[in-house]
Structures are given as structure tokens and as C-alpha cells.
């Protein structure tokens, strides 16, 4: 009898031992169930890819659905992209860092930046509680690399006669310390950075510097004044004294044309406030028509919820309009700080200080819509978002989105993508 | 005989065009909603776990945004009911922390909200702030603020 005692006691022992390490690390968690069909992958992005630094990776999974973090939903579950890691543990919640990105909101793409050099990328699929299924469903772990950034980029070309200049100021004026400087442009049309358009550009106003290298960005600093959502005026303080001050024009990336189109470098001498000086006068008659545009808060932006920049769509899909820090009025209401839609197709933006035409390809939601079902043939189309004031005028600096690309297909976002 | 009948049609005519202005004075004329017009969240949806500060955007079909004052049809502006339910149809939407008006014509709006359950609904108010008729409304949502 006591001689057993010592083995009940290693055998109590080994039954503590691996309870106790089991407590020690992470309870186990209960996986929900996949079928074993279930397929995940990503799309049009291949192992070895060469990737830009700033890229969106859309996800496609088949045979399980996507439904939203905290959720319980048979054979659903949400998205997480890992990157540059090996799989988590697959008995416990996947985790939140930089190397674990959940989409919890049930989205299946993301626009992801990468630093240059080689990343893994690998896909994997969670329940409502962000745990693996069982079996997991997990992607190909892929390997893409962003090149080292080229200093040079390629130069858009600009039309011979394009120019710009400076309205109402000549070299050697004299003006007040807070002035109004207006800009000019002829045979190039001004258009917000990021949106590529042929013979366009955005305006940039170097203040008391030499011209910078023109194959690759304008610095952005207090001597490179960036207009980037194609203002084409700005109010300017200076300390009194000399200064120089030149326009030059940057297209979509802020890289200047080929040929440059920048202004003549003029001389002005800045006096202090109560001075007589030569002013630029006040009323705002610069932007040909004479047609005073009302102004937009600095931080406003119309994007669109749907679709995004490179989607596949049904023939007849629902835009659908997102607008940040401004409000919606119907056409003819003047209320401060709002506007009404203008959905451009296939055309670049129109003259910012006209009313937008009325056409087939500029539809103006007058009546306050954030959103509109439009009808397009087969094939690629361009769309673009611009806010209007109650005259159908552009505000200033103008409410403009991105002009995306998308594919009209007849099977939508379902259309077998073509090589 | 016919007399009396008509004088009898004339009192109950009164009566009827009395009640009618009573009615009226009590609760104003509500806009008519178009049908099919529909107001939705594009974000979150129902069930989403949210950060403390987030941004409701909104969506509506069939209608148009108009700000709060301006009395165009087919138009209203949003209202972002916030664990509360709707008033009243026939009332104009109460304004205080519970109801948020979108007045100048706002598509979304950031909210700040302490973490735990909450609901969210949208309710679409005419110039007046009061619902049209049916009432533009949005399901109600639960959002969990982590």
C-alpha cells in the first residue's frame, strides 16, 4: 500500500504537467468547419509579381462566404492578409499588427504600401471570432517585389504653346505683405494632381528659389507652393522686402512637362500693410467668363463609395457618391458650403469657371442625389465626381475626385478577367 | 324637406372642414416620399465592431439631400438617430445628442461613441426636420465600439 504511493503521486504528476502547459499558453479555441472546397486566392497578382510601392490586392474566395468579423454564419467568414510572416498559429485568434491585416468589415480588397525590396504575401481565411477554420482556408504564399525607387519618372509632354503666367502682377510691382496672387494658364488645362489627363497639369508657385530639377518632383516646402486640387489662385503673406516668385507647372505625379511650361520669373517688392502699394484689385473677374465662383473649404473631398479606381461592373450599376466636409443642396439652393453632383464619363474635367455643360457625358444630379444608376456599353470607361455650386459652376479650389477607370462587363464583377 | 336635407350636408361639411384644419394645426403637411426611396448606411453595417471615433456615411435612393429650410421635393436632409428610437412620425426630429441633424446637407458624419453596444438608425427629415410620408428610415443597426 505504500508502496504505490510514490506512483500515484508521478502519475497525478504527469496528468498536472501537460494540463498545467496547456493553461500556461493560450486556450485552445473551438475552429468552425469549411468545406473542403473551399478556395482562396488572389487576383491578377501572381508569386514573383514586380509591384508598385503603393498597390490594392483584391482577394477572391469561392465556395465560402464573406460576412463580417462577429458574425457567426455557416461557411463564412471574413478576410486577413499576412504579410512578410509565416501562418499564426491556426487554433487561436489571428493577430492585429502590421503583419496581420484584418478585414473585418467583410471588404475583399486593400490598398496596401510596401517599402521596396522582396515582401511575402499570403491570404487567410477567419470566423466571426478571427479564428482559422478547420481545414484553414489559406492562400498560395506569394513573393512580390517593389523596385527601388526610380529618382527620375517620365515626364508628361505638354503642348508647345502652352505658358503660364501671373494676372494682374508685372515684374517689379510692389504689393502689401497679404496679397491675392492669381494664376494663368493658356493651352494647358488644369486639373488636380493624381488625375491623369493628356495636355494637364496643376500649378505650383516657387517663392524666392532657383527652378528644381524638372525630371522628377517639385519639393514640397515653403518655397514650393503646391496647388494640387487645381486652385488657381492663393492668398500669399510675405515679410516685407524683395522676392521672387515663378509658376510652374507639375502634372499628375508633380512632375514638370516636357517641355516645362513655367512662368517668367518676376521681381516684387513686399511693403508692410497700410502702405499705398500697387494691389492686385479685389474683385474676383480672372477666370474669363467673370463669373465669381464661390469657394470650398480647403478640406473638402468628393470621392466615390462605388465603384472603385480598376473595378469590373454591370452594364447597369448604381454610382454611388461620397462627399467629406461639405454638405448637398439641389441646384439653385446658394448655401454656403454645399454643391450638388456631376458625374463626368469619359471626359477629362471641364473649364472650372464655366457652368459644367449638360450632356451625355457630364450628368448633373441636380436634385441633391448621392447616387445614380448608369447605364454604359461593354467595355473600359472613365468616371469622375465634380461638385458645382447652385449655377452649376465649379467651387474654388474645386470639389473633384479621381478619375477612375472601370471595365464594363456583362457578368460585372463575375467577368472572367482577360490576359 | 330638401331644405333641411341640405342645411343638414352644409352643418356636416362644416364639421368635417373643422376637423380637417384641426388636424392640420396640430401637425403640418408632411412631405410626400417617393416610392421605392430608401435610406441605408454604407458604413457600418449591422454587427461591425467599430473604433470609438468612426465615420457613418450615408446613402439614399431614389431621393435627393437638400439642407435643413430648403422645401424642394423629392429632397431632405439626414438625421442619425442614436440609440433612441424614432419620435412621432408627424413631429419635427428633436435635435439633441441622441438625434444628430445633418442640417446643411452632409452625406456623413464622424461620431464619437464609448465602447459597448450601441444602435444606429437613419431617419430622413424634410425642411421642417419632420419625417416624410411614409417615413424615409433605415433599419436599425447595432454597432460594438471596441
Known sequence: ?419 | MSQARIAACLIALMALSGAGFQAMAQAPVRQAAPPGAQVYFHYPVDGLSVPERFTVRIGLRGMGVAPAGINHARTGHHHLLIDTDPGPPDQPIPSDYNNIHLGNGQTEVVVTLPKGRHTLQLLLGDHLHIPHNPPVMSPKITVNVR
Open chain 1, 1 to 419: 500500500m505504500l508502496r504505490l504511493a510514490p506512483a500515484l503521486l508521478l502519475l497525478g504528476l504527469a496528468l498536472a504537467i501537460p494540463l498545467a502547459d496547456a493553461f500556461a499558453q493560450e486556450r485552445a479555441r473551438q475552429r468552425s468547419p469549411a468545406p473542403p472546397t473551399a478556395r482562396l486566392s488572389f487576383v491578377g497578382l501572381a508569386d514573383k509579381a514586380q509591384v508598385p510601392a503603393k498597390l490594392t490586392v483584391r482577394f477572391a474566395i469561392s465556395g465560402m462566404e464573406v460576412v463580417p468579423a462577429g458574425q457567426v454564419s455557416r461557411n463564412g467568414g471574413h478576410h486577413h492578409l499576412l504579410i512578410d510572416t509565416e501562418l499564426p498559429p491556426l487554433d487561436q485568434p489571428i493577430p492585429s499588427d502590421f503583419n496581420h491585416i484584418h478585414f473585418g468589415g467583410g471588404q475583399t480588397e486593400a490598398e496596401i504600401a510596401l517599402t521596396p525590396g522582396k515582401h511575402t504575401l499570403q491570404l487567410l481565411f477567419a470566423d466571426h471570432n478571427h479564428v482559422p477554420h478547420d481545414p484553414p482556408i489559406v492562400s498560395e504564399r506569394i513573393t512580390v517585389e517593389v523596385p527601388a525607387t526610380a529618382a527620375e519618372k517620365p515626364r508628361s509632354a505638354a503642348a508647345p504653346g502652352a505658358r503660364v503666367f501671373f494676372i494682374d502682377l508685372q515684374d517689379g510691382a510692389t504689393i502689401p505683405s497679404r496679397t491675392r496672387i492669381r494664376f494663368g494658364s493658356e493651352g494647358i488645362a488644369v486639373t488636380p494632381a493624381g488625375t491623369t489627363s493628356t495636355n494637364g497639369g496643376h500649378h505650383h508657385l516657387l517663392v524666392d528659389t532657383e527652378l528644381p530639377a524638372l525630371d522628377r518632383e517639385i519639393p514640397s516646402d515653403f518655397n514650393h507652393l503646391h496647388f494640387g486640387r487645381g486652385q488657381t489662385e492663393v492668398e500669399l503673406s510675405l515679410p516685407p522686402g524683395e522676392h521672387t516668385l515663378q509658376l510652374l507647372m507639375g502634372d499628375h505625379e508633380h512632375v514638370p512637362h516636357d517641355p516645362p511650361v513655367v512662368s517668367q520669373r518676376i521681381r516684387v517688392r513686399v511693403v508692410a500693410d497700410g502702405q499705398p502699394a500697387v494691389a492686385a484689385p479685389s474683385a474676383p473677374h480672372a477666370h474669363g467668363t467673370g463669373k465669381a465662383r464661390t469657394a470650398s473649404p480647403n478640406d473638402a473631398v468628393v470621392y466615390f463609395v462605388y465603384p472603385r479606381d480598376g473595378d469590373r461592373i454591370y452594364p447597369t450599376s448604381t454610382i454611388r457618391f461620397g462627399l467629406r466636409n461639405m454638405g448637398v443642396a439641389p441646384a439653385g439652393v446658394a448655401k454656403p458650403n454645399t454643391g450638388h453632383h456631376h458625374l463626368l464619363v469619359d471626359t477629362g474635367p471641364p473649364a472650372f469657371g464655366e457652368p459644367i455643360p449638360a450632356d451625355l457625358n457630364h450628368i448633373h444630379l441636380g436634385g441633391g442625389q448621392t447616387e445614380y444608376r448608369l447605364t454604359l456599353p461593354n467595355g473600359r470607361h472613365t468616371l469622375q465626381l465634380l461638385l458645382a455650386d447652385e449655377n452649376h459652376v465649379p467651387h474654388d479650389p474645386p470639389v473633384i475626385s479621381e478619375r477612375i477607370t472601370v471595365i464594363v462587363a456583362p457578368g460585372g464583377p463575375h467577368a472572367r478577367r482577360r490576359r
